[in-house]
């Protein structure tokens, strides 16, 4: 049977949720680009949530496979494929927060520019990050500086050396990092 051929109500649920899907889709890009190097803050933290995006399009995959004029029984099966990966994804909401802000440090002299640091907890390690955010409102702009995955307890301390440059240290490690005019920095630091 053809789309057109369908009742209403379902020719309209269907376009509905091949609409919904395709702005999660663009949502999802859109958030991917925001979430590169010197990206805008704002894409990142609204759109850059693949997990989330995935959750809400499972049901909008239900009603596009009830929709479609297939075999009942192809429909069931599917069907309880998208029902068993929702229920899979349950346990990756429980265990995989989101990096929390754990820090904000601003520049003494200039106020657009701001060292901000994120932790998210595992099981046996904490994921730290780095940033240097550079404008204001909806321009800010984010740099990553530094990531490391350590053991409970190990520590990256970011302070401010000057208005355009960063020192990073690590036990008796330290590296410092120089800011260009747009807050992109010259290196960063990985340590994994």
């Known amino acids: 049977m ?14 509905a949720a091949l609409g919904a899907l395709a702005l999660l889709t663009l949502l999802g ?13 704002v894409l990142r933290e609204w759109f850059d949530r ?6 809400v399009a499972l049901p909008l995959l239900l009603v596009v496979l009830y929709c479609v004029t297939w075999r009942a029984w192809i ?14 994804t349950v346990p990756v909401w429980i265990f995989h927060d989101y990096p929390q802000v754990v820090a904000t440090h601003g520049t003494p002299d200039r106020s657009d520019r ?8 595992g099981m046996l390690s904490t994921a ?19 990531y490391a995955d350590f053991t409970y307890g190990d520590v990256i301390d970011a302070a401010w050396d000057g208005p355009d440059r ?9 590296k410092v990092i120089e800011l260009a005019a747009d807050g992109r920095p ?6 994994a």
Request: charged residues 20%.
């Open 29 to 41: 890009a859109v958030g991917d680009y925001g979430g590169r190097q010197g990206g805008l803050l």
């Open 75 to 88: 429909r069931v099966v599917l069907g309880l494929g998208v029902l068993l990966t929702a229920a899979a």
């Open 114 to 121: 701001r060292i901000v640091r994120q932790e998210q907890s």
């Open 186 to 191: 010259s290196g960063s630091l990985t340590l």
């Open 2 to 15: 053809v789309i057109s051929q369908r009742p209403d109500g379902e020719r309209r649920a269907l376009r």
């Open 166 to 174: 960063i020192r990073l240290t690590y036990g008796s490690r330290t």
């Open 128 to 146: 730290q990050w780095i940033f240097v955010d550079q404008g204001t409102g909806l321009t800010t702009r984010r740099w990553q500086i530094a």
């Open 50 to 55: 693949p997990l989330l995006l995935f959750t």
